[in-house]
C-alpha cells in the first residue's frame, strides 16, 4: 500500500531538539491516520502523536507540550517535531500509516530510526 521512510534521528543532549521525518511511496493526503510510534529497550512500543486527515492530533501525555506532529500533503510527509528532550525519550522510533479501504484497516510501519539523548 504504502512504504514509509524515517529520517533524522540522531544523538541528542537533554534539553535539545531533533526533528524526525517520514517519507512516504505515495501520496499521503488519502491516509486516514498517519502517526509516530516508539519502543525503548525492555518496554512495549507506544504511540507518541497520530494526526488524522482533518488535522486533528493526539499526543501521549508524556510529550504534551514538546513534540508536535505536522504532515504535508504536498510533500507525503509527516514530521515530529522534539523539544525539550529527556533521557526517557530515548528510544526507536517509528512512522505508522493507517489507512481505511474496502472495509478493512491497512496498517503500514517505516523501519524506525533511533533517537538518544544522553549527555
Known amino acids: 500500500q504504502v512504504q514509509l521512510v524515517e529520517s533524522g534521528g540522531g544523538l541528542v543532549q537533554p534539553g535539545g531538539s531533533l526533528r524526525l521525518s517520514c517519507a512516504a511511496s505515495?501520496?499521503?493526503?488519502?491516509?486516514?491516520?498517519m502517526a509516530w510510534y516508539r519502543q525503548a529497550p525492555g518496554k512495549q512500543r507506544e504511540l507518541v502523536a497520530d494526526?488524522?486527515?482533518?488535522?486533528?492530533?493526539n499526543y501521549a501525555s508524556s510529550v504534551v507540550g514538546r513534540f508536535t506532529i505536522s504532515r504535508d500533503n504536498a510533500k507525503d510527509t509527516v514530521y515530529l517535531q522534539m523539544n525539550s528532550l529527556k533521557p526517557e525519550d530515548t528510544a526507536v522510533y517509528s512512522c505508522n500509516a493507517r489507512l481505511y479501504s474496502g472495509g478493512v484497516w491497512f496498517l503500514e510501519w517505516g523501519q524506525g530510526t533511533q533517537v538518544t539523548v544522553s549527555s
Open positions: 494526526i488524522a486527515i482533518g488535522g486533528r492530533t
Open positions: 505515495r501520496n499521503i493526503e488519502s491516509i486516514n491516520v
